[in-house]
Nanobody, 124 residues
Framework: QVQLVESGGGLVQAGGSLRLSCAAS????????MAWFRQAPGKDREFVAG????????NYADSVKGRFTISRDNAKNTVYLQMNSLKPEDTAVYYC?????????????????WGQGTQVTISS
């Protein structure tokens, strides 16, 4: 199983940028499909972006397409989420997740490992 630790959250103004990192430990990182989810207060956890281990194909939620970019560095066991043109509605706790399947799922129950989350707050 993969252990995940997120970092990089913070408070930024609307229109700004942040880069989240998710450091993984465990031998299966290079064969784990990785994803970012987020959860705002009072709302369900929602899919943000995912990247397949087998070919680095990416998927994005419509709400972040064109603004966010997910990437991974297998040599560093790290997955990133570059977030640009941030909006107040992007405010949430962001979670990193992994699954051993080669497909990206938007269903959080399909992921077996989770980080503790990092808070992202966007001021208007």
């Amino acid at each position: 199983q993969v252990q995940l630790v997120e970092s990089g959250g913070g408070l930024v103004q609307a229109g700004g940028s942040l880069r989240l990192s998710c450091a993984a430990s465990g031998r299966t990182f290079s064969t784990s499909t990785m994803a970012w989810f987020r959860q705002a207060p009072g709302k369900d956890r929602e899919f943000v972006a995912g990247i397949r281990w087998i070919d680095d194909v990416t998927n994005y939620a419509d709400s972040v397409k064109g603004r966010f970019t997910i990437s991974r560095d297998n040599a560093k066991n790290t997955v990133y989420l570059q977030m640009n043109s941030l909006k107040p509605e992007d405010t949430a706790v962001y979670y990193c997740a992994s699954r051993t399947s080669y497909t990206v799922s938007t269903d959080p129950t399909m992921y077996t490992s989770w980080g503790q989350g990092t808070q992202v707050t966007i001021s208007s």
